[in-house]
């Protein structure tokens, strides 16, 4: 194989190495939520928990956390809120469910 198309290759498979292939998945954030979230957050209009946490709608409907910020604070929480054991997919499936609560209909962000 000549080194062009080789290095060609090579630089397709980083590009999709490196970008999702998949969508995140809204229904499966909600089943997470529900499981690990529920106990102190408000995660939907039926389910939830405590007042000390902020519930999810409250949540997406501050523009400045946007689903790649929300990725990473659920990635890194802040000291009262638990690590959660949960996989890159896992979290970004979570965060497209919060965003995905916004009522003003911007949930792609």
């Known amino acids: 194989m000549p080194r062009r198309v080789a290095a060609a290759l090579g630089v397709l498979a980083l590009t999709f190495a490196s ?7 809204v229904g499966e954030g909600r089943k997470i939520a529900d499981a690990w979230c529920a106990s102190c957050h ?26 790649k910020v929300l990725s990473g604070v659920l990635a890194d929480p802040h000291p009262a ?9 896992q979290l970004e499936d979570l965060a497209a469910y919060i965003r995905s609560l916004n009522p003003d209909g911007d949930s792609t962000k």
């Open 19 to 25: 970008s999702p292939l998949q969508a995140a998945d």
């Open 81 to 89: 809120m638990p690590r959660l054991d949960l996989s890159h997919s």
């Open 42 to 67: 408000l995660t939907s209009d039926a389910k939830g928990g405590a007042d000390t946490a902020p519930r999810f709608v409250d949540i997406a409907r501050n523009r400045a956390i946007d689903r």
